[in-house]
Structure formats: structure tokens, C-alpha cells
């Protein structure tokens, strides 16, 4: 995977996957609130996408500016959970956080891994585009559920 357009063709194989597992569980919710939260990260993952395939060159992924943000690391003490159609908003929230909290790892498992420093930043920078989705995932659940005590 050292070349350039096989990374990014990977990442954009990623956010279709998240696309299609959010907008599937969104379609199938019988909970408004759950469907509203999962249509939104459906709509973050095209978005996705969408700024990968405008990267056509590597300079510019490599100078494409991803703002930093910390890890709250507030899923790593939830339980694991899986949702259907009956789950409610904090269900949601908790595998959602899950799911990027995955993908964060898979990428800078391969940034270590990357055999040329390019490939490593690239793929430094796709896990920095999955926490900053993951931190804004466990700001809202912090505010929704945490906020009281």
C-alpha cells in the first residue's frame, strides 16, 4: 500500500463503509432522535469522502490542514454496545463513538506501520479526521449524559 492513490482509494473505501452502516441503521431507526444523529454522521462520512477524492496529488494531503484535537477517551470506559432499530440516543452515541474510536486506531496502527514518512503522515492525518469526529461524538454524549453530574 506505499502508494498514494491506494491510500487514499482505502480511506475512501472507509467512509463509504460508515456512510452506508450510519445512513442503514438511520433508515431503520424507530427512535427521530437516533435517525437525526445518524443522518448527520452519515452526511460527516460523504463529506469525507468527498475531501478525499479532491486530494489528488500527494502535496496536497500533505498540506492539507486537519485541526488537532484531544483524545477524551471517554468511550474507552463504556461498554462496547450494538444497535437496531429499537435503540435509543445514548446506544447510538456509545457505538458511534465506538466506530470512530476503530477507525482512529486502524490508521495510526498504519502510520506506524507505513514504510515512507509521506505515507506515514498521510495516514496521521486520516486518524486525525477520525478523532476530531470521535471527540465531537463524546462532547455531545459528555453534554447529554454526564452534564447533570
Partial sequence: MAEIKEIIDFAIKKEIEAFDLYSGIAKNSNNPA???LLE????DELGHK???ENLSRAEEI???DIDEVQDLKLSDHLQTTTIDEDSDLQETLVFAMKEEKGAYE???RMAKAAQTEQNA???QKLAQMELIHKNKLESLYDDMFYSDN
Avoid: P, S, W
Avoid at 448527520?40 to 452526511?43: F, H
Fill in 106 to 108: 486502524l490508521y495510526t
Fill in 40 to 43: 448527520e454522521l452519515a452526511n
Fill in 50 to 52: 468527498e475531501a478525499l
Fill in 34 to 36: 437516533v435517525q437525526k
Fill in 62 to 64: 500533505l498540506n492539507f
Fill in 121 to 123: 503522515t498521510i495516514f
